[in-house]
């Protein structure tokens, strides 16, 4: 069965693939692992050429919480 890749259902889907892709290269940079450095930037630039609100909310209110330390984020109950 062919996916009808032009549903809402199927951009969101393949939104959020690309969304623990990005996340993967967040985590594999914060390790040190700088290989990642080019597929974060493709991965980023895709993600904003979807122009999906729902993509941009994460983007911005869940992903900078990928940058910070566990200190970091027990302090954000405060």
Known sequence: ???DTSSEEYKIVKAADRLAAYIKCLEERRCGNTEFDK???SIEEDLRSRNMPAVEYFMENFIPAFDLSLDELEGLDD
Do not use: G
């Open 1 to 3: 069965v062919l996916a």
């Open 39 to 41: 597929a974060k930037k």
